[in-house]
């Protein structure tokens, strides 16, 4: 082995999360197997309160108009990160399933 900063390979997954839409995770090919997740945190928050009748209009990726904005805040404040770093877990063992060699606690 030798430091040095050469140009290295990464692997990239996108695929549609059916809670948080488009998403990629980005993967290198070396250690120490740093991941980079992208995803999108206005899918989830437009979604749900969809799903509890609050109307919005969008421009682009924006909110531009929210019809109860107190509610939406509220949905938005409750939204589970728990849930989020489960997601992450499952998706570092799918996409670099190596990382288990190296950290046998790791919760997949």
Known sequence: MRPGD?????????????????????VPTW????????LNGHHPLGCRPKRKSIADTRLDNDFVAIADFERTQKIA???PVEKL?????EWAGRYCPVIGQFDPEFPF
Do not use: A, T
């Open 6 to 26: 050469g140009k290295r390979l990464h692997y990239y997954f996108y695929f549609i999360d059916e809670e948080l839409g488009l998403c990629y995770v980005r």
């Open 77 to 79: 404040d409750d939204w």
């Open 31 to 38: 250690c120490p197997f740093r991941l980079q997740v992208y």
């Open 85 to 89: 770093h489960g997601k992450l877990d």
